[in-house]
């Protein structure tokens, strides 16, 4: 049984029960009326109660069936108004179980249960559309990122084999090599962001912000070095509760996303750590380098994508100082900030380079999954 036969049914019931509510208000209400003759000779005819009830119960059924016909009727009419805005919900449903996702139900003048179900639902296919977009792009990109080193590496195997006499092996040998350290390197950023997107996360322990990156600017301070990036650090107290290696990840991109996205030799990179007034965690990485164009800013932390017009000055462990990175340095930030329910803003001064900040949840406060209320993302100039 449909739910429009079910309300119909409902509502022609409710009216036949009301109906004979009142039918019996009547009857009792002629039970104080006079039984027999009420008239004197000569007078005019007074009905007593039997006469009534002669004369009511002939109506009463007629009055019953109309309101059965009407209550039917106008219950079906009123039911399909009422369940209208579902048709339209399955309608949208069933194009899009379908494989589409092109088709929103767009409900308008029904501010209620229904139309807010329409909305909630619309805004659920907005949000789905926009994943599978970005999971699209995300294959696409990847798809090429990957293929990349291997087909550069064909390439010089080829012109290789092609007049052995002439090749340079030394040479030849240190491109592959940086080659494969670059497709190496985008396997990793691959696996380390599909990790976090399917919320593999090991338990969150005491970490200490200062000390974690003074051991990341430590580490990557030869590469620095090599390309001619000073790396300044300003580390005061600053815990949290995190996962330290995803925090380290976090840290560490920043940093080398400084030095890689540089004005080069001369160029500066400032690493900053304290806590806010609340006891948060707070994290700063400021970099030198060529201006960041607003339309690019907003998409940094999308992955594969990479600062238009900035210039790569190497990778960790390059020996190349032009090998760029893998474009995926900023969005496992934004995903391990969002892990930790932390706040990550960007922000691009006028004079160049890139300003980073990540805010932290408190020690023993519950920032996990909290992407919608904890976290916040933003750019700014």
């Known amino acids: 049984m449909s739910a429009r036969l079910r309300l119909t049914l409902s509502y022609a019931g409710f009216l036949l029960v009301a109906s004979a509510a009142l039918v019996a208000l009547l009857v009792y209400i002629l039970r104080f009326v006079p039984e027999g003759n009420l008239s004197a000779p000569g007078a005019p005819f007074l009905p007593d109660r039997s006469d009534l009830l002669d004369a009511l119960w002939p109506r009463i059924w007629q009055v019953l069936a109309v309101l059965l016909v009407v209550g039917t009727g106008g219950g079906w009419l009123l039911a399909g108004w009422m369940l209208r805005p579902l048709h339209q919900v399955h309608a949208v449903a069933r194009h899009v179980a379908a494989g ?23 805004t659920m296919l907005d949000r789905l559309q926009a994943t599978l977009d970005e999971q699209r792009r995300f294959a696409a990109n990847a798809s090429h990122e990957l293929r990349t080193p291997y087909a550069v590496e064909r390439a010089m195997l080829d012109v290789a084999l092609a007049d052995p006499a002439t090749v340079d092996v030394p040479r030849l040998l240190a491109r592959l090599d940086e080659t494969n350290r670059r497709g190496t390197e985008t396997v990793e950023a691959v696996l380390a962001l599909a990790a976090l997107d399917q919320g593999r996360t090991p338990p969150r322990t005491p970490v200490d912000l200062a000390e974690l990156a003074a051991g990341v600017v430590r580490d990557l301070t ?3 070095d090599r390309a001619g990036i ?3 650090t300003d580390l005061g107290e600053g815990d949290l509760d995190g996962v330290e290696p995803l925090v380290r990840q976090l840290v560490t991109n920043l940093v080398l996303n400084g030095i890689r996205h540089n ?16 006891g948060r965690a707070e994290l700063r990485v400021t970099n030198t380098g060529p201006r960041v164009p607003t339309d690019v800013l907003g998409t940094l ?16 462990g390059s020996q190349d100082p032009a090998q760029p990175g893998s474009g995926l340095g900023l969005a496992i930030v934004a995903r391990v900030a969002e892990v930790h329910g932390a706040a990550l803003q ?17 020690p023993g406060a519950d920032g996990a999954g909290s992407s919608s209320s904890g976290r916040f993302s933003g750019v700014s100039r």
């Open 222 to 224: 030869p590469l620095a």
């Open 301 to 316: 932390t999308e992955p594969f994508v990479r600062g238009g017009g900035r210039t790569s000055v190497g990778g960790a």
């Open 230 to 232: 000073g790396v300044h």
């Open 100 to 122: 589409s996702l092109d088709r929103r139900v767009r409900l308008t003048g029904r501010d209620d249960e229904f139309g807010e179900l329409a909305d909630t639902f619309d």
């Open 346 to 362: 960007l922000s691009a001064p006028r004079e160049g380079g890139l300003n980073v900040r990540v805010v932290f949840p408190a």
């Open 263 to 278: 004005t080069g030799p001369g160029g500066t990179v400032h690493v900053t750590t304290g806590s806010t007034s609340e």
